[in-house]
Nanobody
């Protein structure tokens, strides 16, 4: 069992930047960031393998967001630049307890979830 705690969300204007952090209670393998807007399904934003080299980004955020991790302190980050109003939602981090041959992309593939942090982008 892994506990995940997100932080860094807030209210910003379009074009601004935010950096989200996800602190895990112990080591994880694949990890990712997901978001959910009111009335919509949870969607994948970005995922990252344990090495930090293999990553996946949703088309809507590619080129603006960067996922990274520091395994020494079990933390995964999401740097969000040039934020848009459509980026608004609750952002969740998630992780898998075991290794995978391929980097999972779907939310249902992940084992542990944080409580979420609200990101609101005004326009």
């Amino acid at each position: 069992q892994v506990q995940l705690v997100e932080s860094g969300g807030g209210l910003v204007q379009a074009g601004d930047s935010l950096r989200l952090s996800c602190a895990a209670s112990r080591r994880t393998y694949a990890a990712g960031w997901f978001r959910q807007a009111p009335g919509k399904e949870r969607e994948t934003v970005a995922t990252i393998a344990i090495s930090g080299i293999n990553t996946y980004y949703a088309d809507s955020v590619r080129g603006r967001f960067t996922i990274s991790r520091v395994n020494a302190n079990n933390t995964v980050y999401l740097q969000m630049n040039r934020l848009k109003s459509e980026d608004t939602g609750v952002y969740y981090c998630a992780a898998k307890a075991g290794d995978n041959i391929f980097l999972p992309r779907l939310p249902q593939s992940y084992d542990y979830w944080g409580q979420g942090t609200q990101v609101t982008v005004s326009s």
